[in-house]
């Protein structure tokens, strides 16, 4: 919505600068956007008087004018086609300036002298589609008789600033002069003064009649005919204020309608009385794939939903949203009816989005009109054809329906007002503050009694009266001060504390963190994860965004598969976040925090030296590995070959066990999945970081280095294919009471000179005795019990 200041000080009268204007507005919460000033740029501009024009005796294109500019006459060469003598013109005089930094300086055009020149709209920063048709390839005219001499920005109504409004969607009672005048005086006082929308109305009956055939599409429709109008440029004053707000002008009919709707918010059109076809005018709901003719020539197929005026046959208008193609007002149009009605605003909203025909009038009808001004916009429009169209009011209105223009009440108490707002106001503050937005209170011991009007029909609750008195009293009047309740000073959690060592050793390894979407496709979320159920939208956006995720791994892929289009070929990345469980319908999902991760390509490379590291089972396991030992976990949790998940590879997966119970998993996956991916060797892993979050961690017990050396043993065990090294090492750490302080694979080996069936690992023990030095004698009562233990669970010492 732009609101000109000039038209703005007619409806109430303020002399504040347009900056301190504008802000307040804006604290006030109407956002303006952008202040347009018309006069900022432009100096010396006069209205002219052109005398006589004559052909250039060098160029067919140019005339020679002689133009009065009040003091005295000037030539000036005008290229304009529609340069005429007797036409009053906008001149700008040698040394003047105009938008853009164009100085007027007197020169020579085929030699011929020209002192000044004849300027059009555009060059006086009016943008080419707000001009009118008959002004767009030639100079401006005044409409009317003008005083050579005087200021023309004065005359064009452009010494004036134009504030653009940015609505939220609730203040629709904005979207008028009206509106905006109350909001003015709501800041600044005042009263606003309504245009005189009286009108005399004809002692003849018309034969027209109006019907709502449904009463839920429209509550109200109301009509008047004016007759005898004669169709012409409507006053230059009229059209400059359309311009200003953005409008073109038309001729005085349409441009009426259109300057009454910028008044009162009030959406209003114009029919040629001799073209509706019938002495009737009917409206209803649309009857399915009906079809009209709208006014820019397009045949529309309707639909149910739809709205229309009809004239008791075919449809004449699309209500609220663009008018008839054979209805319309023309050059030839001497009657007129003008419609004021009340639509359904949701049926307008569907309508104007369906066919993409968003308008001034529809973007007000989908808001809801205020019916206060429903009839005063029919009258002053009246008025105006009376006055600037040389038409006779036919009639008085002729109407179908119920306006309801009775005000709503709402019961507030000064109590309620300042507990929300936390301050101290007094009856007296609040009921000031509510007066100044027009709202009449009535006080009954502590309770007030707010009347609304339908322009502000947006105030429903008492919640709503304290926003109001909250942004009119002022924003920065509210107190500010420090909570009253005890607190602790801020510090991290230990779970925070916790995630930010796992991030930081992460990122220390090279791996970059990653934030996806909880949402995923169907296929993907049965991905990676066993949980049964899945949490869907009952209104997804796309089919990739339909449910919630239960596993991070597939948007981990994506991640990995996007970057390698882009030629990374080493990646790393990690994700922390949630998946969900579904736990039935109706019931909130369960929420699980992971921590996941992938790495493709090659890690740690160092080209200097040579060195690389795959990014394949080991090293994903190391990452986690490290993980844990920075949350002291290591010895809490161990590895089980797994093959649950069909995209991992069954040889080169894991699953994490903590105390026993399965949190994550870590692999390869299955080549076979890789290739469609895209993928070369990729390794995945994720882990459920609650449950390493969770386990509490006492005090942290140092024990001296121990000054006696460690004794190591080295074991060649010869055990079936199928038995998992971890399996060894927990029957020795089980069998070895005392001293034994370590347990490594150093050695996996199959093949050659090894039975089918069979392997051979490698297991190295290290001895310690922090307070002696351990003997052989020692070293083989602990040494013993460990190789029979291994013998009895199947393993052959080599």
């Known amino acids: 919505m732009k609101v000109s200041r000039e038209w703005l000080n007619e409806w109430i009268p303020n002399e504040v600068p347009v900056g301190t204007l504008a802000e307040k507005i804006t604290r006030g919460g109407i956002e303006v956007d952008e202040i347009i000033d018309y006069a900022s740029e432009v ?37 304009a086609p529609n340069v005429e003598a007797g036409a009053y013109v906008v001149v700008c005089k040698v040394g003047g300036r105009l938008p853009g930094g164009i100085k007027i300086k007197r020169a020579k055009l085929r030699g011929e002298v020209s002192e000044g020149m004849i300027c059009s709209l555009e060059e ?69 003064k309504v245009p005189t929308h009286e009108v005399t109305e004809g002692s003849e009956t018309t034969s027209l009649e109006v019907r709502n055939a449904d009463v839920d599409a429209v509550p109200y429709y109301g009509a008047r005919v004016v007759e005898n109008v004669k169709i012409a440029p409507a006053p230059t004053w009229m059209q400059m204020r359309l311009i200003k707000a953005g409008i073109r002008p038309i001729n005085n009919v349409v441009d009426i309608s259109n300057y009454v709707l910028l008044e009162f918010g009030q959406p209003l059109h114009m029919f040629d009385r001799d073209q509706i076809g019938s002495d009737e005018i009917v409206t209803r709901y649309a009857h399915d794939a009906e079809k009209m003719t709208t006014l820019d020539g397009k045949e529309r197929t309707l639909q149910s939903e739809d709205i229309v005026i009809t004239n008791g046959k075919e449809p004449i208008a699309l209500a609220g949203v663009m008018g008839g193609e054979f209805s319309e007002v023309t050059d030839q149009t001497t009657n007129v009816v003008i419609e004021s009605a009340v639509f359904n605003p949701v049926s307008i909203r569907k309508t104007s989005g369906r066919l993409n025909l968003r308008s001034e009038a529809s973007a007000r009808f989908e808001k809801g009109v205020s019916h206060e001004f429903v009839v005063q916009a029919l009258d002053r429009a009246a008025l105006l054809l009376e006055q600037y169209a040389g038409g006779t009011v036919a009639s008085s209105i002729i109407s179908d329906g119920t306006l309801s223009v009775e005000d709503t009440e709402i019961s507030i108490t000064e109590a309620f007002i300042n507990a929300h707002l936390g301050m101290t106001l007094t009856t007296e503050e609040i009921q000031d503050t509510l007066f100044k937005l027009g709202l009449e209170v009535e006080v009954s011991d502590e309770t007030l009694l707010v009347s609304i009007p339908s322009r502000r029909d947006d105030l429903k609750i008492k919640q709503d009266i304290t926003e109001e008195v909250a942004r009119i009293y002022g924003y920065d009047a509210l107190p500010s001060s420090m909570p009253a309740a005890s607190t602790t000073s801020g510090k991290l959690t230990d779970e925070q504390k916790k995630t930010r060592i796992v991030r930081h050793q992460l990122e220390s390894l090279g791996l970059s963190q ?70 039935g319908h109706g019931a909130l999902p369960e929420e699980r925090e992971m921590l996941a991760g992938i790495l493709t390509g090659e890690m740690n490379r160092t080209d200097w030296l040579g060195t690389k590291v795959p990014a394949d089972f080991f090293a994903a396991k190391g990452v986690v590995e490290s993980v844990l030992e920075k949350l002291g976990l290591t010895g809490n949790v161990r590895y089980e070959r797994s093959a649950r998940f069909d995209a991992l590879h069954p040889g080169r997966s894991a699953d994490v066990l903590l105390n026993n119970e399965r949190i994550g998993f870590i692999g390869e996956l299955h080549p076979k999945f890789a290739q469609q991916n895209d993928l070369d060797r990729t390794a995945v892993f994720e882990v459920d970081l609650n449950r390493l979050l969770s386990v509490k961690q006492g005090n942290i017990i140092y024990d001296q280095l121990s000054k006696y050396p460690s004794i ?70 602990q040494h013993t019990p460990v190789l029979e233990a291994l013998e009895s669970n199947g393993a052959q010492i080599r």
């Not at 990739?544 to 597939?554: E, F, G």
């Not at 882009?566 to 969900?580: A, W």
């Open 124 to 192: 006086l920063g009016i943008k080419e589609d707000h001009v009118p048709t008959e002004y767009q390839n030639g100079i401006f005219i005044f409409q009317e008789a003008r005083k050579p001499g005087e200021d023309a920005l004065s005359a064009l109504l452009l010494d004036d600033q134009v504030m653009e409004f940015d609505l939220t969607p609730n203040r629709k009672d904005a979207l008028s002069m009206a509106g905006a005048a109350y909001e003015a005086r709501a800041l600044f006082g005042g009263e606003v």
């Open 514 to 583: 990653t934030i996806n979407y909880a949402l995923t496709s169907r296929v993907q979320a049965e991905q990676f994860n066993e949980l049964e159920g899945t949490v869907e939208l009952l209104m997804p956006m796309s089919e990739d965004h339909a449910v919630l995720r239960k596993s991070m791994i597939p948007h981990l892929i994506d991640n990995v598969v996007y970057n390698k289009n882009r030629q990374q070929k080493d990646i790393q990345f990690y994700e922390i976040g949630r998946i969900f469980k579904s736990n």
């Open 712 to 781: 190591t043993r080295d074991i060649a065990l010869v055990v079936d294919d199928t038995m998992a090294a971890d399996t060894l090492v927990r029957t020795v750490e089980a069998a070895a009471k005392k001293y034994l302080v370590d347990v490594f694979v150093f050695d996996v080996y199959e093949g050659d000179n090894m039975e089918a069936g069979k392997k051979s690992i490698g297991l190295r023990l290290t001895y310690l005795n922090k307070e002696d030095t351990l003997t052989d004698e020692e070293i083989e009562k």
């Open 43 to 79: 100096k010396n501009l006069v209205v002219g008087y052109v005398k006589t024009v004559s052909q250039h005796p060098e160029a067919d294109r140019l005339r020679i004018c002689q133009v009065d500019t009040g003091d005295e006459t000037h030539q000036i060469i005008c290229g």
